[in-house]
């Protein structure tokens, strides 16, 4: 970043130098306060964000101007923009991605992420930072894209909310998970030392762009990855959204939500996920209000997920973790039989499991535990309370775990 | 984190997979979009900050409940924390500071962090992530207390900001630069790359609680570089405040603000530079504007400091930015040679340089060109008009850099 003069040499870093102290012995003198005690200023301010979710098909074609102006100011525009392309999309729409920047007459320099589960890590993030560096970003004018799922949408995040203190980006996601979960909030986040987004931030996009049309590219166990996160929706706020997954779920699933014949259903599942997902975020974008009936299906995944790892999607855990807590709101009589069977029914249609080996109910109670401190000392529980409708429970036994698994691994 | 069943397995990284792409060949076919376009939400919500900036003179004294209250709700009382301790103020206050905790019954994880600008690295902050793990944080009810210097403020600041998201944490600052700058604003940061602060956040402490009694024990030359963020404040915002340095600023340094005679005027100096900085963060906290007179003697300070590494501390090379663009200012006729005399003369009276060897027009100007893509394609540099007050200009050139180099090199 010096121009002429070259790079900086790095800091020098000296080796490992925390330690754990000592335990106390005596005590120093201290001399007398110069300044009047009590003095105290109260520091209080507000910010506000707004972002555009946006609905947007062919964000591709060249005729469509979303994605070369989103986040920009047309008046003082760049014609240069950091491009993070998910590997998979970039072979499948990498061309057509140059084209539509060159098209635009904006020169892109495109970085390829390899992006699964495993490298969800801050030495990612700080790879992204010397590519970033080297491109010497005008963070005002060039907001980073991030094109692809879920994992590749919370590390760019993540870079886009830690680089110069905060940078602006734009999020294209291309997986049915980042269009209904991942591509609509403002969290970011990595995984740390086998724990779940350990590291992380809540950083808004400046824009998200979603537009349907990857779907007809994505593998089938990643549509039903993300369907697992519209199912969640449903299970705790939107009966009929459960209704229309009951009808069509598995054609939606085969066709890729691309079917001409359900074109209208298709449209409305998405529509109504990505509304219930933003009615539930937006009063609680930074989530001082821990009861969220979004955390359905994370309690027990975060740990099955990490456990698991590479075995399950995040969508595969969650819908384990969503298989359980039925379970437990039928022990408790919070769910008849019938609906029970129905929640679990149309999980397996949608392609997702009910079930994997790793959950033993001491594991799930471990991670009970972990999440009930994440959420300040209650385990703040959405069980369904029916379908559709959720309640917060703060009671759940090792013995109620058990009996889930019992009934699970039996169904299995 | 995961009680009985022990810790979960690292995620496995696959090594480095970031590519730069090829350039475009040709376009994939692309499916008709299956929903309406053009359907968009909008997001918006407001995050509000407040935080208490307290003069607490014998923070450590057994009987101020100050430290062990900060942060916590008297209902829901955690009896742990978190304590990271700079290295140098557990040698000479370690002892008090575990007796102050075990009288207040809280049972402290004391962290020693060996402070340096060189270990101002996400390194530094990903040991501490791993002690934290450790102890099983209750994120909630159990605030991180950073107890040190401005290099440990901003690393156990952006430790707070990312780990689970956001964690809150407690500022006491132990040096003057902690007391009057680092440990009152919401920036966190650490350096990487050989940039300055690259990689950080801005995340507001739950409480800063500021002992001038600290400074009894801190050496003279970091008692300068606390003086240096103080003369930035008076030359840009509060000519009294200069005035009081051109007369007690050298016995004040002498006697580290806690001569009884001084009382008065140390006290006056450090309210009237808390409340200045105050002043201008408050309506600015997350930087929208980006024209800030607080940014004086940071335009080429971070190329300076980051090249001198570790000769020079932070308000050394602040001291360096603030001579160059005094004689930028005084060649626009924006300031008399008196009023130049004046604070180049009061500069070295409160033990800071004027010059260093690596400064050159050429890297000066690479310095700017740097701040500037900071500054959204403008200097904004503010310079001094008369002493006391700012103006912002934009077309600083190389030659004015060179001569601002040759009058200090020659007065040097």
Known sequence: ??????????PRVTPTQLRVAAPPTAAVTRPAPAVTPGRTWEVSASQSISYAVQLCPGVLEPTNPALARAGTDPDRDSRRRFVVIDDAVDELYGNRIRSYFAKHEI???FVIFDSCEERKTIDSVLELVECLDAFELDRRREPLIAIGGGVLSDVVGLLASMYRRSTPYVRVPT?????????????????????KNRLGSYHAPVHALLDPTFLNTLDSRHIS???????????????????????????????RFAAPELSEESGEVLVRSIQGMIEQLQPNLWEGQLERVVDYGHTFSPTI????????????????????TTMIAWRRGMMTRDECDDVLDVTRSLGLPTWHDVCAPGLLMDS??????????????PLQNGIGRATFVND?????LAGACTDLRRAA
Chains 1, 2 share one sequence.
């Open 1 to 10: 970043m010096m121009g002429a003069s070259g790079p900086l040499p790095p």
């Open 107 to 109: 020169e892109g320099r």
């Open 175 to 195: 997986t049915l998970m980042g269009l209904v979960d991942a591509g609509i909030g403002i969290k970011t986040g990595v995984n740390h030392d086998g724990h």
């Open 225 to 255: 990855n993300g369907l697992a996160e519209i199912l969640k929706i449903a299970l705790v706020c939107d009966r009929q959204l459960f209704e229309l997954l009951m009808r069509h779920g598995p054609e939606l699933r085969r066709t």
């Open 305 to 324: 997920e990490m456990r698991a790892l590479p075995e399950l999607l995040h969508g595969e855990a969650v819908a384990i973790d969503m298989a359980i």
């Open 368 to 381: 009970l535990r972990e999440t009930t401190r994440h959420r300040d000392g209650l385990q703040r529980l």
């Open 396 to 400: 759940v036994s090792y013995a109620e």
